[in-house]
Structures are given as structure tokens and as C-alpha cells.
Nanobody
């Protein structure tokens, strides 16, 4: 599956931004999806995950209550709605996919995903 993330940009603290991840090449509903981010000099950090059907979601502690991760299987698109943004949210955001045809599990580690696209930069100014 090919993934392309977009929607990043510069936003003031307290603002909102919605990232999108367009998938192509395979049946999107067969993939568990996740968002990860990486700030300069830091390791890649788990942000959020959503099951194949969209019925289950998971969030990192640092974004819980502020971010949501809807998906539209008909449009082959994953989203990350980011509200109440903080300067610490500044990072390159990556969408990742794991092929999983038989269950609605969630995955929280980047090494558990097999596909990812280029990231999109989010900068939050104070």
C-alpha cells in the first residue's frame, strides 16, 4: 500500500489542524492504521492507532483528549484531527499501515507496521 500524508503547517498554540493520509494500491479496510511523529533529535513517538473497521482507537498519553483519528474506508483516507495544539506537538507526522485481514486489533509500536509514507511537518508556535 502507498501512503501519502499531508495537511501539516504552521499553527499557533491552542489552534487546530487536520492531517490526512491517502492510501492507494491495496484494500484500505484490511489495514490497521497509525500515526507516529518524530521531533528533531528525538525518537519516533506513537500518537494514535485505529482498527480496520474504525471501531477501536488508541492514543498516546501526550495527545489523549486532544487528538482523534477517524478513518474513511470508502475514501481510503485516514485523518488525524489535532486540537488544543502545543509547541511540544511540533514534529514530522507519519501515517503507517499494517496488513491485518482477520481481526480488529490495534498496534502501538512503529516496528509492528510494515508500510509508511513521507511525513508532513507540523509546527506549533508559542
Amino acid at each position: 500500500v502507498q501512503l501519502q500524508a499531508f495537511g501539516g503547517g504552521l499553527v499557533q498554540a491552542g489552534g487546530s489542524l487536520r492531517l490526512s493520509c491517502a492510501a492507494s494500491g491495496r484494500t484500505f479496510s484490511n489495514f490497521v492504521m497509525g500515526w507516529f511523529r518524530q521531533a528533531p533529535g528525538k525518537e519516533r513517538e506513537f500518537v494514535s492507532t485505529i482498527s480496520r473497521s474504525g471501531s477501536s482507537t488508541g492514543y498516546g498519553d501526550s495527545v489523549k483528549g486532544r487528538f482523534t483519528i477517524p478513518r474513511d474506508n470508502a475514501e481510503n483516507t485516514l485523518y488525524l484531527q489535532m486540537n488544543s495544539l502545543k509547541p511540544d506537538d511540533t514534529a514530522v507526522y507519519y501515517c503507517e499501515a499494517r496488513y491485518l485481514y482477520y481481526s480488529d486489533s490495534l498496534y502501538y509500536a512503529a516496528r509492528e507496521y510494515g508500510f509508511w509514507g513521507q511525513g508532513t511537518l507540523v509546527t506549533v508556535s508559542s
